[in-house]
């Protein structure tokens, strides 16, 4: 689990390339949490970069810290060429109205004092965009394209909207600004599926109609599949494996992401329940366990995943993997 | 009144739990007819505000003042439905326990684990202190929690999310109860501790003979460890079969949206999802006819007039409440159109 390996960073018109991301925090003891420990990766314009993991493997402050909440420990996040880390203050913000942030809970993520639509407008006003007129034309526009009707929403307010309107609500106002970025941070995870299936295929929609390259957060591999284009998986503040999306899940390489596939309930009872079990939880990330983070808990782990910890290596096909003894795939390695 | 293993252990008949509010009265669960043997493992799927949450309470009787019960209940051959919190008292934990969702707030904590456990043990059984903190440790172990010794004198917030579940668990099991409740008992929890705790809750069930009741929103959590499956809609129960058949051969249009809204792994990425539009109904004020008429893509005239009724569908034990049930002419004709026009996706290849 290194994450330290840069090899399957790529040429192209990258949007986003972020390159030995650390993010720590003092935790009081003297303790440090190490949430992200050395991770690169680069997102292409137009693409769905999905990231995977469970509590605590840093998925979320990875999200943070490219809107610079809080500024990493180090690293660079070079964004449509520039790296936030060295911009001063204004500039982040400025750089923010392109990098915008769909969170979990969409209700509390709301204003609940003001009416829906003054949630969406606000942005376009703090940044002064174009008359008055045109700022409400085009906030009912976005509204419209969300499936909200504005003339609802200048009436209500969030808790007058069931959660999957809110999660609507709060894509319109990320939208608002004509972002080229949207970090989506579980947005799905508090809706009921059948919400859950309308916001998912509302942001391919979406995409494809302001032309947006998005950053997908989910424990749920199943979703993660749905949206993405490529996917990484991390564990304790490391990336384990960076692969297409159908790749990914058709030959995974890493241990770990076999122990997560095999451990999806998949809606079949005809399907083998009890493979791939692994004992015991992830452990603390104030003092993650030396050479593969994961190794304590890995089912191929022998001395030298304690002592080294691993680089991620191509399988070829675009498909990365951090792992000193990756599972082996029937299918033949292309030339890469 | 100890009940066999496979005999009748659960048996609900026409169970309605109504909530007075300002508004008027919340028809939370609106007649509920069920049974379950003892051994036996019932999942009750549906989305938030379908009652599925409202129906295992009432069973247990732990209801506020506002709710008014109707029907009956029946456990192990005793009418509970009516008893008092006091008469209640008896059954809780003896016989009938529950693990919730967020182990957390269920945990008192400001008490150490093994008294938490130790408590009903003294209670309900009249153990002594020390066989009672023996059988405590034992049931650590049972729940697979390790150094079981050690943990009786650590505090809940010492322990992970997994740990807590498995602590809610042996409490749950501490007196050996024939009824286990488990409402969203992994909803919380990471995907790799949700399978070890639901292989856990399936082991414990097998080895004590125990049933199981467990409430979830996941299709896929009840796939693999129940034996039948109760969909609820807006209070009512809308198809109820073993679970092999129910997945094999769905009826109700609304678990076929419901299983067709799932993102599945076997589907290539990008895959257009199936949606169902609108909301759940108001309970309230539920639509006229069948309650799920409003947001079905095949409703009919009909649907929106009559309600439809419990119907057995052609396996033993399969029945569903549907006019126009998936199979039926009318059904196969709308879906078709509905693909073409690329409203409704095809079914996965991975799932019949």
């Known amino acids: ?21 650390v993010v720590e925090f003092k935790v009081g003891h003297g303790n440090t949490v190490k949430a992200v420990s050395g991770i690169s990766f680069d997102v292409l314009r137009g693409e769905t970069l999905g990231i995977v993991g469970e509590s ?12 610079q909440i809080p500024k990493p420990t180090s690293g660079s996040i070079v964004f449509e060429g520039r790296d936030l880390t060295t911009l001063s203050h204004k500039d982040v913000r400025e750089a923010r109205t392109k990098v915008q942030m769909i969170f979990q809970d969409p209700v509390s993520s709301l204003n609940p004092r003001r009416s829906v639509r003054d949630s969406v407008l606000e942005p376009l006003v703090i940044w002064k965009r174009g008359t008055a007129e045109e700022q409400s034309a085009l906030v009912d526009e976005i509204l419209e394209s969300v499936g909200i009707d504005p003339k609802r929403a200048a009436e209500s307010r969030p808790h007058q909207f069931s959660g999957g309107q809110c999660q609507r609500i709060s894509v319109a106002r990320a939208l608002a600004l004509d972002p080229t970025l949207i970090i989506c941070d579980e947005p799905v995870s508090a809706l009921d599926v059948s919400v859950q299936a309308q916001v998912l295929n509302l942001l391919e929609d979406l995409k494809e109609k302001y032309g947006l390259t998005l950053v997908f957060i989910a424990h749920d591999l199943a979703v993660v599949k749905n949206i993405s284009d490529r996917v990484a998986v991390m564990y304790l503040g490391k990336l384990c494996e960076v692969a297409s999306s ?43 366990p030396a050479g593969c983070r994961f190794h304590p808990r890995c089912p191929n782990a022998d001395d030298l995943c304690a002592r ?6 191509s399988m070829g096909a675009g498909h990365f993997v951090a792992c000193h003894h990756p599972v082996e795939t029937p299918v033949a390695l292309s030339a890469d | ?10 048996e609900l008949d026409d169970l ?50 506002t709710a008014v019960r109707h029907g009956s209940v029946r456990f192990a051959g005793q009418e509970i439905q009516g008893m008092s919190s006091k008469q209640m008292r008896h059954l809780w934990g003896a016989e009938m326990s529950m693990v919730f969702q967020n182990p957390l707030n269920s945990l008192n904590p400001l008490m150490k684990i093994g008294k938490q456990i130790v408590e009903p043990l003294k209670l309900h059984l009249g153990m002594d202190k020390d066989n009672a903190r023996a059988t405590a440790v034992q049931l650590l172990r049972d729940v697979r929690i390790p150094e079981a010794e050690r943990r009786l004198n650590q505090y809940p ?59 979830t929103h996941d299709l896929g959590v009840v796939a693999g460890h129940t034996d039948q499956i109760a969909v609820m809609y807006g209070g009512k129960l809308v198809e109820y079969a073993p679970t092999k058949i129910l997945f094999a051969d769905m009826k109700m249009p609304y678990t076929k949206s419901l299983m067709r809204s799932i993102p599945k792994m076997a589907d290539p990425s990008h895959s257009r999802l199936a949606t169902i539009p609108g909301r759940p109904p108001d309970l309230v004020n539920p639509p006229k006819g069948c309650n799920f008429a409003p947001r079905c893509a095949y409703a009919q005239d009909r649907c929106h007039v009559e309600e439809p009724p419990l119907t057995e569908a052609k396996d033993a034990g399969h029945v569903f409440a549907c006019w126009y049930p998936v199979g039926s002419p009318e059904f196969e004709r709308k879906d078709a159109e509905l693909q073409e026009q690329g409203i409704m996706p095809a079914d996965s290849a991975a799932v019949s």
Not at chain 1, 56 to 67: E, N, Q, V
Not at chain 2, 181 to 207: G, H, K, S, W
């Open chain 1, 308 to 313: 080294e910890e691993p680089q991620l290596r």
């Open chain 2, 157 to 215: 917030h010492e322990l992970s999310g997994g740990m807590r579940q498995r602590v809610m668990i042996a409490i749950a099991l501490a007196c050996g109860p024939t009824l286990l409740f488990a409402d969203e008992p992994t909803t919380a929890l990471d995907v790799t501790v949700q399978a070890q705790i639901l292989d856990l809750i399936n082991e414990q069930r097998r080895d004590r003979d125990m049933s199981v009741i467990l409430v």
């Open chain 1, 56 to 67: 605590g493997c840093g998925k979320s402050t990875t999200g943070r810290a490219i809107m």
């Open chain 1, 246 to 288: 159908d790749d990914l899940y058709a030959r995974p390489a890493h241990p770990y992401t076999n122990v997560l596939l095999d451990s999806i309930p998949e809606p079949d009872p005809n399907a083998d329940h009890t493979v791939g079990r692994i004992i015991g939880e992830p452990p603390s990330p104030v003092a993650p």
């Open chain 2, 16 to 65: 309605k739990t109504h909530f007075k509010t300002e508004r008027g009265l919340v028809r939370a669960v609106d007649g509920v007819t069920l049974k379950l043997r003892r051994g036996e493992s019932l999942g009750v799927v549906g989305e938030s505000g379908s009652g599925k949450t409202v129906l295992s309470r009432s069973i247990m009787g732990l209801l506020p003042s």
């Open chain 2, 1 to 10: 009144m100890r009940v066999e293993a496979g005999a009748v252990l659960l």
């Open chain 1, 1 to 21: 689990m290194a994450g330290t390996g840069k090899a399957h960073l790529r040429d192209g018109d990258r949007v986003l390339s972020i390159e030995d991301l």
